[in-house]
């Protein structure tokens, strides 16, 4: 072969002696972690320099952006735990090599520019619990192997253009909670076989094109709580009886689905909170069986239905919104609907029955002003100034919630004792007047809100969240709200620091606490509020600066003196090294060949258990080449290089230069001594290589 006969007589005849010593207790980034995130780094378009600090040399002990280790585990090595690389701007593709981080339990690459598809190695991050890619540019079809992840919690992978189906192997996924999936443009029939799943909480794939007939099997699943599939392309189906019986639902959407028949009697959900059958092709009538107490959000708007409105919505006392507008609903105008209100005045009841065939009102209407009636375009308006209800027949004005926001001064205190410029203000509701401190901001949407209104819920709110992270409620301010389409409610969060004399501001690790809190999705729940979204994490002013350490390395040992281990132990073995040779250059320097025979690779001559013999292309892998940079220590007899073998073992490798090449014998004699040697403070030898530069070049 003419590639081999280039290198027979290539001129590069270099004789190579490898003495591999292990470093005891060195804390470093498992190798083939670190040369997966490598390709993970390869594969991104990183324009803003993100991820410039992952030219450094180890993940871990150098902290790359983003990378979250673990301790140190049985194997001696920290593992990539999470990567956290949310809203870093990043654009390319998903390197497969993700599939090789095992220990990962977070992948988080929301709100980027991701483009490609989801690697099916992603099936093998067998610890991962949270895969998070939303608002990215992410294609292809949802790999089966996804359906191989044996710790999943939460698929996150809404707002892409994902396409294809709804692998049926996601029904092995016994661990999973949250299929947040919406706003892509998954296709094809829901698997029937998803009714197993004995955790899911949330299905959420609302906005998707979704055909075929809703499985009436998604009903066995024992958990859920949220089920919103607006917006998909159904094949005019009916919707399952059965969903009338899953007794743990909240929410239940699906609006614009194409669905044709009756309305399910959805008397037997205890706490259902939400549902919205809007804009399908519903007919029939109302079912007289009264929904829970609970109901704020009752949408049957835009369907075919007919017959009377039922008499029960007057006893609903958390009622926000009941639209059965575009209908085709006769009979009466009930007249009683506010008498249970229970939200106090910030309540607020819209009932919208426009465009029906509602003919006749028993008695006189006069609601408080918190609640908005509207009937234009039903018969009964002909009759208005005789009936007294000229105000709800006209045209109605829009009274969806406008956004919301409280920017107020405290009173009395002083503007200028509060530098605004440097991030810091008043914090509104705090215990002692005028405490002046700088807020951590936080934006948050609401996915899946049960709500349709949420000024009176705001107070309810800030107490979730201070609970969850064990604040007190006046840390937290509400800054700014906007409902969205979905609908969604988008906000942005001030968290202050808790009063106190000596600061007014967060240390790093309440930072830190509060970030990894947010990140992970750990607050949990809240039937009202439902799913989250992280946004954006906001440091300004005196946080700029502030450097998040990811809190699971905290324990580890500093930087610097991980730094120490290393060097002291590179440089006792490049001692020990240099003291060896001399000691064989001076005792056998008459016996130095020029040229060893084309041979396989030497054996030893003696016999050991603790010595391997390695091929020449081991040790160029595990140098990187014998790159330069992972030079540390050089020497009269060579270099000697931090390496790292296939099996994730780190070494010291001393690499012989050609001017102080030994003999077979002299070099065997060596590793044999170097072989019995042990002591407390040496690092043992593991094994040797001794080939030929042409059969290295070749091999
Ligand atoms: C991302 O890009 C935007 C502009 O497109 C810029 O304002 C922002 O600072 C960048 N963020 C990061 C983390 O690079
Ligand atoms: C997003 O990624 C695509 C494909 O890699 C690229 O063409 C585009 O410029 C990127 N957009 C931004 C804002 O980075
Ligand atoms: C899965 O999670 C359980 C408990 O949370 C843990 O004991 C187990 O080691 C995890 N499995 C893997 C493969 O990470
Ligand atoms: C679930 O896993 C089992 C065993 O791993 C496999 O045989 C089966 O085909 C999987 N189910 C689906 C629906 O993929
Ligand atoms: C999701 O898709 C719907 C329909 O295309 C769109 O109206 C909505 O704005 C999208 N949601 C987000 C958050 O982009
Ligand atoms: C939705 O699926 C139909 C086939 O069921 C296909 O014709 C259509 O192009 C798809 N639409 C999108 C936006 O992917
Ligand atoms: C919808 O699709 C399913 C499965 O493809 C089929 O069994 C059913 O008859 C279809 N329903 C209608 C109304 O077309
Ligand atoms: C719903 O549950 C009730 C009682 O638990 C049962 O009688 C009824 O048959 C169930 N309906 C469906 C459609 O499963
Ligand atoms: C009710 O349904 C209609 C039609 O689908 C929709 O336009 C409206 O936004 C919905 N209202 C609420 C509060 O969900
Ligand atoms: C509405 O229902 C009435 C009977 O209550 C019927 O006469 C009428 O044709 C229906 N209108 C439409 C548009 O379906
Ligand atoms: C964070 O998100 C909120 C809410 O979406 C937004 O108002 C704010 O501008 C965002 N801040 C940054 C720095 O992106
Ligand atoms: C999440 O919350 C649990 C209990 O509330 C706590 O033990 C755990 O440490 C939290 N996780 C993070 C990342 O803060």
Redesign the pocket.
Known sequence: MSTLRFCQFGAIIALLQCYFVMLSSAQMTHPTEASALQAVRRKLIDTWGNLDDWQKSDPCTSKWTGVICTGVKNDGYLHVGELRLLHRNLSGTLAPELGLLSYATILNFMWNNISGSIPKEIGKMTSLNLLLLSGNQISGSLPDELGNLPNITKFQLDLNQISGPLPRSFANLSTIKHFHMNNNSISGQIPPELGVLPKLIHFLLDNNNLSGYLPPELSKMPKLTVLQLDNNNFNGTEIPESYGNISTLFKLSLRNCNLKGPVPDLSGIRRLLYADLSSNKLTGSIPTNKLSNYITTFNLSNNMLTGPIPSYFSGFPFLQKLLLENNNLSGDVPTNFWQNLALGPAAKLTLDFQNNSLTNISGAISPPANVSIKLQGNPVCQRANELNIVPFCGVPTGDNEAPGNSNDLPEGCKTQSCPSSDNFEYVPESPVPCFCAAPL?I?LRLRSPSISDFLQYKIPFQFWITSNLSLNPYQIVIDSFIWEEGPRL?M?LKIFPPFSKDTSQFNTSDIQHLMDQFATFNLTGDDNFGPYDL??F?LLGPYKNVLVIPKHQKSGMSRGALLGIVLGAMSLIVAISLVTAFIFYKKHKRFYPKVFKKTSTQKLPFKTESVKEFSFLELEMATNGFDTSKQVGQGGYGKVYKGVLADGTIVAIKRAHAGSLQGQNEFFTEIELLSRLHHRNLVPLVGYCFEQGEQVRCG
Do not use: K, P
Request: aromatic share 14%; no cysteine; charged share 15%.
């Open positions: 901001g934006g988008r942005y946004l954006n906001t």
